[in-house]
């Protein structure tokens, strides 16, 4: 059974951290990028950061310069920081795997609330 386990969401200040986590089940063959991706309230769901299989990122311009997404490949793990968030980044955060055939897998998603 495929699965991406997510982990780290919660109710954070203004300014404040967190650090999300999402563990891809290891039948998961080919992975070529894993990432998040975020659903506000009435939005459509977005982008907020991929990594390539290489290394190579991708991030929204919302959110450069304060979250960081690595990925731990040997453990088929994606991590994102998110430093100095604010109110608008309060949403659904979803993790994502790609694989090289062009397969979708999507986690359950992990609620982040930045309020005071």
């Known amino acids: 059974q495929v699965q991406l386990v997510e982990s780290g969401g919660g109710l954070v200040q203004p300014g404040g951290s967190l650090r999300l986590s999402c563990a891809a089940s290891?039948?998961?063959?080919?992975?070529?990028?894993m990432g998040w991706y975020r659903q506000a309230p009435g939005k459509q769901r977005e982008l907020v950061a991929d990594?390539?299989?290489?290394?190579?990122?991708n991030y929204a311009d919302s959110v450069k310069g304060r979250f960081t997404i690595s990925r731990d490949n040997a453990n088929n793990t994606v991590y994102l920081q998110m430093n100095k968030l604010k109110p608008e980044d309060t949403a659904v955060y979803f993790c994502?795997?790609?694989?090289?055939?062009?397969?979708?897998?999507w986690g359950q998603g992990t609620r982040v609330a930045v309020s005071s």
């Open positions: 994502n795997v790609r694989t090289w055939s062009g397969q979708r897998y």
């Open positions: 990594i390539a299989t290489g290394g190579s990122t």
């Open positions: 290891r039948n998961i063959l080919g992975i070529y990028t």
